[in-house]
């Protein structure tokens, strides 16, 4: 089996994947047919509005406008969390943690908008061979007030949809927002046991990036302008770096794939690398192409791809007994994949 194959065959675990960047083209046709029909103009203006060829973070962001049209309604959110975990689970991501900004509008009180995307999650596990769990993301362009009641609806969801919610997201336009004045519902947050997963470094802002490293998280998403002493800091903590390549060169932050920060972070083990999607929609990418290219530009073995499978698994935001499973059935398949043919 070729390289390309092998990746693709691979049982992959994805733990940053917004929920409204995550919908590839063929899945956004399906919903824009279901909810406006075969000829909708929607479709029409589907190819102009959708995938984000490559720009600053700004123009980035104005690309989920589209998305959050078309699940502003019940059964266009209860359809695109179905279509995203489907697109997920055909890439064979074992594990997703996807995360969603709650919204609310004259269909939806933020409460609802999160029982309808866990609805949702609950339905397709049952189809799908896949186990999802679910942040909520705070965005930090938003009110604290608004943070507060994410956190709050997810403690208060977390009872009923315990396997399910594990945690919560911070993120948003990095140049909007003062990390600072959102400590308390975060520190909230930590004290009843929900995970942390911030966007952290994905601009250059080093006073910031010292507050949260010092506030600390499970997860930092980025990572992309940590300074040696940061690195360190992320190092000593036990911190995870999501590490989104495409995102990343899309976006500008980072220059060229050759140029990207995993290299010296893997290689150099100054901490523990996740490779992730950040919204595989937007960016036109899946996990299985994000693992080739990191593959190809760096030339990782065998053997980087599985510690990155393990690492990814070791800061999931899952049960220890769960763990356990997925390691299992990924070491399984690099074994068997790897073994030499029997002779006979
Ligand atoms: C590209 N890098 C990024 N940096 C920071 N935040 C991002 C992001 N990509 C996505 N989001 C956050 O996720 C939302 C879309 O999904 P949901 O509506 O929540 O499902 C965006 O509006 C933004 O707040
Ligand atoms: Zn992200």
């Known amino acids: 089996m070729d390289t390309t194959n092998f990746i693709r065959m691979m049982p ?9 960047g995550s919908l590839c083209t063929k899945s956004i046709e399906e919903l824009c047919e279901e909810l406006y029909g075969v000829n909708s103009n929607e479709k029409v203006l589907l190819s ?7 720009g600053n973070l700004d123009q980035c962001f104005l690309k989920f406008r589209f998305m959050h049209e078309l699940t502003a309604t019940k059964k266009g959110l209860q359809l695109a969390t179905e279509l995203a975990i489907r697109d997920f689970a055909k890439d064979n991501v074992i594990y997703l943690e996807l995360r969603t900004t709650p919204k609310k509008n004259s269909e939806m009180s933020k409460e609802e908008y999160v029982k309808n995307v866990l609805e949702a999650i609950e339905r397709t596990m049952k189809i799908e061979s896949i186990h999802v769990s679910l942040l909520l993301s705070i965005d930090r ?11 709050n609806i997810a403690l208060q969801l977390k009872n009923t949809y315990k396997d399910i919610i594990s945690g919560i997201d911070f993120s948003g336009n990095p140049k909007l927002g ?8 975060l520190e909230k947050a930590r004290k009843n046991d929900l995970k942390l997963a911030l966007h952290c470094a994905e601009i250059h802002n080093p006073a910031e990036i010292d507050q949260m490293i010092k506030f600390g998280m499970e997860r930092c998403g980025h990572g992309t302008f940590l300074s040696e002493l940061q690195l360190n800091e992320i190092y000593r903590r036990n911190i995870a770096i999501e590490c989104c390549l495409t995102s990343n060169v899309k976006c500008s932050t980072v220059k060229c794939y050759d140029d990207h ?4 972070i893997f290689n150099d083990k100054k901490a523990p690398v996740i490779l992730c999607t950040d ?10 192409n994000e693992f080739v290219l990191a593959k190809n530009t760096f030339n990782l073995t065998k053997n980087d791809l599985l510690q990155l499978s393990l690492n990814a698994v070791e800061f999931a935001f899952v049960h220890e007994h769960f763990k356990h499973d997925l390691k299992q ?12 043919e029997s002779k006979n």
């Open 12 to 20: 992959k675990i994805e733990l940053h994947a917004h929920l409204n």
């Open 48 to 54: 102009k509005e959708l995938v984000f060829d490559g």
């Open 141 to 151: 362009s938003k009110s604290v007030a608004e943070a507060e009641e994410t956190v």
């Open 178 to 185: 003062n990390f600072m004045h959102f400590i308390p519902v």
């Open 261 to 264: 920060h995993f290299k010296h």
């Open 279 to 288: 919204d595989c929609g937007v960016f036109d990418t899946t996990l299985s």
């Open 329 to 340: 059935r990924i070491r399984h398949y690099f074994k068997i994949q790897t073994e030499p």
